[in-house]
């Protein structure tokens, strides 16, 4: 696997990836992109304002998928209201998503001295590491990082010998993607199936954790806290565009040379750069073509050829009809089959649909076994149609999707309308309407001709 | 089916002890039950329930809505191959299918010797790396089919029972605060203002005055 940034400057969260020892206390101090434990020691010579200030002037924009600014989620906390609770999603599970684990796996405090710098700032009364059951050495790394933590008075009472005290619990999940939907997580935490909660309210920092404002904020949002606080909010802005700045890890996997974890620029770094350069992607493998690729992960619809200039920016996905989400870009060159993967990837959602809402529980399943039937051979020349409108009934279109210039279909920006409490229903649309839409001719020769098609590239021109 | 024993009791405490509120460690005491006996029993659910202060149905409740926890006995290896996007586009499903021919048994199903549990799982964070399989969690990353073959030699014969504990074992490292060091964790309705909080929001009151 490659990995990592570019260049040492553009490492800020993964410059002790390849450091032997990187996650050891002694190792966390002695190398990496700014001195470890001395950003907490700076952050306490500042008001919790001030490092708030920092977090919103600086625009760290949130790494879990909705890319939402943390420094303005913090301000969604209704003041005077004790106590307050900071809780890290570490539960990571989208599929292509795959950072957060290695933050926590080889640079486990960093994600602890962010956890202290926004409990400070925040006055959080205890910090909770959420980290996905199933990354059992993840959480090994943790549980030792935390315990050396505690015995050096970095976490627990009088941290550093000042009035600030917090306690931070790592508390495993045990396999469940909904978890990864922060009022699903809080429900999980206080010990419940992990249901997402009926909205509003949209933000926990209201009512959260045992209903007192809560903050869930993603690993890598919190594990850029310490760079910053070294290095100041100039710095942080001097890579990345306006509205998106910083660096951000991109996971990129799927049918490319060399797949791996990136520490990019936000939002100068384009597709095609992804791919191809050397230091990235290597290029689409052994010299096939691209057929589609997803650039957000599972939920994100499906991107073409035709959207490879885009830059990695949020906004500028966004408008063109998928999500950024979180950072993983999954690519398909043309031996794949668009049906048998938009199955896998539906799959996924009905599998995972908590069953909360009926649109999402029926919806997801229905969908499955209508895809199943068609790859099966079983499939009815109406089913195109059903598929489409039991989608619609999860997410009332016109549905989020790419440009398709040779079919002259213009974009339908993110994000879709939705019949449900959270995103998990619509997202199981997203591998459906850009499926079909561009390889409509796929779906139709499974169900219809005798012996099926040969599996080939994105047509130029449009098939509907 | 087994109560947690005397040992695991005074580390289920000691974990209902972190949490603000003791129900938070449902999840936790069930993983420490399923590492105990294997999988989740009714007598340990009933125990934990007795622990957090809820009854026994609500932690089956719990429990039954999460993917690790098992309520029935299952192989001392639980072989979880991905078939996700991005291992099925290199060969997850096929792997999956070779796991089953080579096993024996349907994916769900345990060997008859009770030493495999083979699962159909969603992905699980290794996509770089596919196809991509966990043995008790622990990964085993780009698996051909002689690579699961070898994998399964490996297992039988004892050759990686230091690097994959037995199923239920999650981490082999456990946090532990010490008591005097344990900053504030108390009921939520205990909670008042942070004194850091209070400290500098009277500093600027005093300076605005």
């Keep these: 696997m490659a990995e990592g940034a570019v260049s040492p400057e553009l490492a800020r969260v993964t410059s002790r990836w390849a ?50 600014p943390a420094g303005v989620k913090w301000g969604f906390c209704p003041p005077g209201v004790w106590p307050r609770y900071l809780v890290v999603n570490g539960d990571e599970s989208e599929p292509g998503t795959y950072k957060d684990r290695i933050l926590m796996e080889r640079d486990p405090h960093q994600l602890i001295e962010g956890c202290l710098i926004a409990a400070y700032a925040i006055g959080a009364a205890q910090v909770f590491l959420y980290v996905r059951g199933e990354m059992a050495h993840a959480q090994e790394r943790i549980a030792a990082a935390l315990n050396e933590a505690y015995a050096a008075g970095l976490v627990g009472k009088n941290i550093l010998g000042t009035d600030f005290s917090v306690d931070i619990v790592l508390h495993w999940g045990a396999g469940a993607y909904i978890v990864g939907e922060e009022t699903a997580l809080i429900e999980s935490l206080e010990g419940n199936r992990g249901m997402p909660r009926l909205k509003p309210p949209f933000f926990p920092a209201a009512k959260g954790l045992y209903m007192a404002p809560t903050f869930v904020n993603n690993v890598e949002t919190q594990a850029n806290l310490p760079w910053l606080v070294a290095h100041g909010v100039d710095a942080y802005r001097s890579v990345g565009t306006e509205a998106s700045p910083g660096t951000r890890l991109i996971a990129l996997s799927g049918h490319v040379n060399t797949p791996g974890v990136f520490e990019v620029p936000q939002g100068t770094t384009t597709f095609r750069e992804l791919f191809e350069a050397e230091h990235y992607g290597g290029g689409i493998r052994d010299g096939h073509e691209l057929k589609m690729f997803i650039p957000g992960g599972a939920s994100a619809p499906w991107f073409f050829p035709e959207q490879v200039d885009l830059p990695l920016e949020g906004r500028v996905v966004g408008g063109e009809g998928s999500m950024l989400g979180s950072g993983a870009v999954v690519v398909m060159d043309e031996t794949t089959d668009a049906v048998r993967a938009c199955l896998r990837v539906v799959r996924f959602f009905a599998r995972e649909s908590c069953g909360k809402c009926a649109p999402c529980r029926e919806g997801t399943t229905w969908e499955e076994k209508i895809l199943q039937r068609i790859l099966d051979g079983h499939g009815r020349p109406s089913d195109i149609d059903l598929l489409l409108d039991v989608a619609d009934n999860i997410s ?69 | 089916m087994a109560r947690l024993t005397p040992a695991n009791e005074q580390l289920a405490r000691s974990i209902v002890a972190r949490y603000p509120v003791p129900k938070s460690a449902t999840i936790p005491l069930c993983h420490l039950a399923q590492e105990q006996d294997g999988h989740l029993t009714d007598d340990a659910m009933a125990h934990i329930a007795e622990l957090v202060g809820c009854t026994a149905a609500e932690v089956l ?56 549990t083979l699962e159909d799982v969603e992905c699980i964070a290794a996509c770089t790396e596919a196809p991509a399989l966990q043995v008790n969690y622990r990964y085993f990353h780009r698996i051909s089919t002689e690579d699961f073959d070898q994998l399964v030699d490996d297992l039988r014969s004892g050759r990686l029972s230091d690097e994959v504990p037995p199923h239920g074992t999650l981490g082999k490292v456990r946090q532990e605060i010490p008591a005097d060091k344990v900053a504030n964790i108390t009921p939520p309705e205990e909670q008042t203002e942070p004194v850091w909080i209070a400290r500098h929001r009277q500093a600027a009151e005093g300076g605005a005055s």
């Design chain 1, 19 to 68: 450091v032997e020892g990187g996650h050891t206390i002694d190792g966390y101090r002695a190398s990496g992109s700014y001195a470890g434990y001395e950003s907490i020691r700076a952050a306490l010579d500042l008001s919790p304002d001030q490092v708030s200030g920092m977090v919103k002037d600086a625009t760290v924009l949130g790494r879990g998928g909705a890319g939402f």
């Design chain 1, 396 to 464: 009332p279109g016109p549905y989020p999707t790419a440009a398709h210039p040779g079919a002259g279909l213009e974009a339908v920006p993110f994000p879709p309308r939705q019949t449900t409490i959270c995103p998990l229903g619509p997202s199981s649309v997203a591998p459906i309407t850009s499926a079909i839409r561009r390889f409509r001719h796929e779906f139709e020769a499974k169900i219809t001709k005798r012996d099926s098609i040969p599996v080939a590239a994105a047509p130029a021109q449009g098939d509907h």
């Design chain 2, 61 to 116: 409740g719990t429990a039954s809505f999460y993917e690790m926890f098992k309520r029935h006995e299952t192989g001392t290896y639980c072989v979880n191959v991905c078939t996700n996007i991005s291992c099925q586009l290199l060969g997850g499903e096929e792997l999956l299918e070779h796991a089953e021919r080579t096993l024996g048994v349907r994916a769900g199903g345990t060997t008859a010797d009770g030493m495999f």
